[in-house]
């Protein structure tokens, strides 16, 4: 008896409008979740930078406060028109499931001065390779180049153009300005070729 008053106050609720707006709204839902992958996938997305290592130029307050900056990843071509100083994001050789950024100090042909715990003083970077470091100082707040050598161009994801938050910061990422630490002899890209 209790079985057949829930039946019948359940055939009551009228289902068929709701049921149909929720369908309708699904489809829509559903038809823009592939432009939505496309889009991070290879035009762009927004990524928040985390850690020390790009501190002072990026996280700028990561001693007083737990904010982080968040940015702006061109992922439009990301291996082309590579240059010294740009920001890029990249899967870090150590922890490949990790998107890394830093900075990029040398091209393929350059010659690199390297710190420790790389194993040699000199550094050559080969044909499609780049040498990436942090901003920080501190060379223990950064894993970079400095540990796990040059990178490989095919394991970069973006280039980092634009700070959005904080407000203070936000605009383009002014790259061409950067003046490194670390001392690089700029090579050409024929010099590259005979290191691969």
């Known amino acids: 008896m209790a079985v057949n008053r829930v039946v019948s106050n359940f055939r009551n609720i009228p289902l068929r409008p709701f049921m149909r707006k929720t369908g309708y709204n699904l489809l829509i839902f559903a038809s823009w979740v592939p432009a939505v992958i496309f889009f991070n996938e290879n035009i762009g ?3 928040k930078i985390t850690g020390a290592s790009m501190y002072p130029y990026l996280n700028t307050s990561y001693n007083e ?3 982080k900056d968040l940015c702006w990843v061109n992922k439009w ?3 082309t028109g590579l240059e010294r100083g740009m ?10 499931d990790v998107l890394a950024v830093k900075r990029i100090i040398a091209i393929e042909g350059d010659r690199v001065f390297s710190r420790a715990p790389y194993p040699a003083p ?5 044909a499609g390779h780049v040498w990436v470091e942090g901003d920080n100082r501190d060379g223990n707040k950064s894993l970079d180049s ?3 050598g040059p990178i490989p161009i095919s394991l970069i994801q ?6 959005l938050r904080p ?11 950067f003046r490194g630490r670390t001392k690089v002899i700029r090579g050409r890209k024929e010099d590259a070729l005979q290191w691969a």
Do not use: C, M, Q
């Open 87 to 96: 920001l890029v994001s990249f899967w870090s050789p150590s922890h490949p």
């Open 45 to 47: 997305e927004t990524t």
């Open 77 to 79: 071509n990301p291996g």
């Open 122 to 126: 000199i550094a050559d970077i080969p």
């Open 167 to 177: 407000w203070a910061s936000s605009g383009p990422i002014k790259w061409a300005e």
């Open 146 to 148: 400095n540990h796990y």
């Open 158 to 163: 973006g280039k980092v153009t634009h700070v």
């Open 65 to 67: 406060s737990r904010k």
